[in-house]
Nanobody, 119 residues
């Protein structure tokens, strides 16, 4: 029903910036809460950031607060994750996800994009 495709990952040095994009299909994209998650090798997937529907309230994991910014462009059916001051600890596969209102869950997931931060 909803297809999500992440892009923008790559290899960067500590202190650099990177912007991830998540292109979504679906006519009701703007009615979904959107989130970013990440999974490092050997670890569980963890929450990074979200932007809620309908009020647009954002939320961030403590580990990225002040460095990462989530935003969305409904006209382009795209959600972004601006990552600044990257650290080696940010290295992970980053996933975009969409939550249907009222489901209390993230129902749709992208394939992920690799972010590697070297120091």
């Amino acid at each position: 029903q909803v297809q999500l495709v992440e892009s923008g990952g790559g290899l960067v040095q500590a202190g650099d910036s990177l912007r991830l994009s998540c292109a979504a299909s679906g006519r009701a994209f703007s009615s979904y809460t959107m989130g970013w998650f990440r999974q490092a090798p050997g670890k569980e997937r963890e929450f990074v950031a979200s932007i809620r529907w309908p009020d647009g309230r954002t939320s961030y994991a403590d580990s990225v607060k002040g460095r990462f910014t989530i935003s969305r462009d409904n006209a382009k059916n795209t959600v972004y994750l601006q990552m600044n001051s990257l650290k080696a600890e940010d290295t992970a596969v980053y996933y975009c996800a969409a939550s249907v209102p009222g489901t209390a869950a993230y129902n749709y997931w992208g394939q992920g994009t690799q972010v590697t931060v070297s120091s």
